[in-house]
């Protein structure tokens, strides 16, 4: 299985502080994908990194991929009260379908 | 901002029973998915849909489900004989080229209660 497997399961934060969010997986990827879950919601994709790439950045949000140690990390700067959520990693294969993480429930308290 | 719709929101149904969950993907993508998440677990692949026929399936997608574009917006999985462990949020997702292009996106689900 190529499942993801974030860590920690669950972060608590004060607004303002930055938030670091790890995934790690098992198999060799075409990229890895980002979602954001509001609690009972949809998933909203934040961020795609390919495989021939290190980091990406978007707004507040900073990814890196090393594919030696099979891991990402996604950070957060700045967080608000708005960015609680479900964080996944997805990893794709390039069979264009998903495998999932478990996620990380991060909590920003104002 | 386009959206993937899903509908309905949430649905209660009798083990046994057919149900039908429907989703408008957006409307210039090409390809069509459905995901599942079991209250508390992953979300996992159910299958992919390219040029009106299934190009992937997961172990999941056994012959109890199937889907169906039936009018060019319309992207719907249907489950024949639902049982108790059916029960779960289904997402349904689109992207205009095979997602590891661009990315996925996704609707907000609807949530299916076999009782």
């Known amino acids: 299985s190529q499942q993801g497997e974030e860590d920690p399961q669950a972060l608590s934060i004060q607004e303002g502080e930055n938030a670091t969010m790890n995934c790690s997986y098992k198999t060799s990827i075409n990229n890895l994908q980002w979602y954001r879950q509001n609690s009972g919601r949809g998933l909203v994709h934040l961020i795609l990194i390919r495989s021939n790439e290190r980091e990406k950045h978007s707004g507040r949000l900073r990814v890196t991929l090393d594919t030696s140690k099979k891991s990402s990390s996604l950070l957060i700067t700045a967080s608000r009260a708005a960015d609680t959520a479900s964080y996944f990693c997805?990893?794709?294969?390039?069979?264009?379908?998903?495998?999932f993480g478990t996620g990380t429930r991060l909590t920003v308290i104002p | 901002e386009p959206e993937v719709t899903q509908t309905p929101s949430h649905q209660v149904t009798q083990m046994g029973q057919e149900v039908i969950l429907r989703c408008v993907p957006i409307s210039n993508h090409l390809y069509f998915y459905w995901y599942r998440q079991i209250l508390g677990q992953k979300v996992e692949f159910l299958v992919s849909?390219?040029?009106?026929?299934?190009?992937?399936k997961s172990e999941i997608f056994d012959d109890q489900f199937s889907v169906e574009r039936p009018d060019g917006s319309n992207f719907t999985l249907k489950i024949r004989s639902t049982k108790l462990e059916d029960s779960a949020m289904y997402f349904c997702?689109?992207?205009?080229?095979?997602?590891?292009?661009?990315?996925?996106?996704f609707g907000s689900g609807t949530r299916l209660t076999v009782v």
């Open positions: 849909f390219y040029n009106n026929e299934i190009s992937e």
């Open positions: 997702a689109s992207s205009r080229q095979p997602g590891q292009v661009y990315g996925y996106t």
């Open positions: 997805a990893t794709d294969s390039g069979a264009n379908n998903l495998f």
